[in-house]
């Protein structure tokens, strides 16, 4: 894995002097994921070459405490990352239009949906903006990860709080494990409309346990655009979805404590079992 990220590197440098990274991890909600592994592993062959700065995807999500860092991120000072203020730290990129947003939730909805992110993202003069994370099932968007990481990750509440229920409308049952969705269109949207001059690349892997039940990297997949999410999405089907013969007539779910602090990631107990709950 690390050797292949390395490579990717390489190649990036190649095609242009990597001086200035930034890179957008998730955040301890997220630490099953490797993506810290990953980001330390990122970090140690850029840090010889480069000014790096690290800013964990948030969303709404409260920072995260140096413990936390030290837990997910390894090696890496405390002094290279900063946090995301989805409150004072915005800067309005566009607008998603109500005829899009009409037309993507099949007449559900029909509002504008303001673009923001981060200003660090376009005021950073970036040789590269290394978006790291897991392409897994995920209960509003289909699949985790990719721009998701960025419009949600280091983006403001109307968009994170439109794109949700957007997700909700349309219904969870339509997207879960899904490559497509109209919460997707809204962010493709917005990349494409808004950020191609930024360059944003994307590090994302497929992971899933193995025959002695350890967690183990399945793909990694390096590149700019939608490409190598896909490819990641359909491995993401065939290894972390758990297909049943029948209906579950009841589920009881542990959930970590370090990892769901509040009502809001507990509900994740609801969202990522209620297609295999029996109906009535």
Known sequence: QEKLLCLALEKL???RPLKRVLILPPDFTRAHSGAGELTEMAWRWLEKRA???????????????????KKMFGAIPLDRFLPHDWRKSLVKLGE???????????????YAVNIEVNKILVEGNWDLVLSVGQIVPHEVIGMANQNKNIFVGI???????????????????????????????????????YCQEIPIVYALTVKSKNQAGKLVTRGLYVGRG?????????????????L?????????VFLDPGEFKSTWLGNKA???????????
């Open 13 to 15: 440098n190649a095609e």
């Open 51 to 69: 000014q790096v700065v690290i800013m964990p995807a948030l969303g709404t999500h409260v920072h995260m405490t140096p413990d936390e860092l």
């Open 96 to 110: 998603a239009p109500g005829d899009f947003i009409r037309k993507v939730s099949e007449g559900k909805l029909d």
């Open 155 to 193: 983006g403001g509440a109307d968009l994170i709080n439109k794109s949700h229920f957007l997700g909700a409308v349309y219904n969870m049952e339509r997207i879960m494990g899904r490559e497509k969705s109209p919460v997707r269109d809204v962010f493709n949207y917005a990349e494409s409309h």
């Open 226 to 242: 939608d490409q190598g999410y896909l490819q990641a999405a359909k491995l993401s089907q065939q290894v972390n979805l758990n």
């Open 244 to 252: 049943l013969d029948k209906s579950l007539k009841k589920v009881v």
């Open 270 to 280: 609801v969202y990522r079992t209620r297609m295999a709950i029996a109906d009535q």
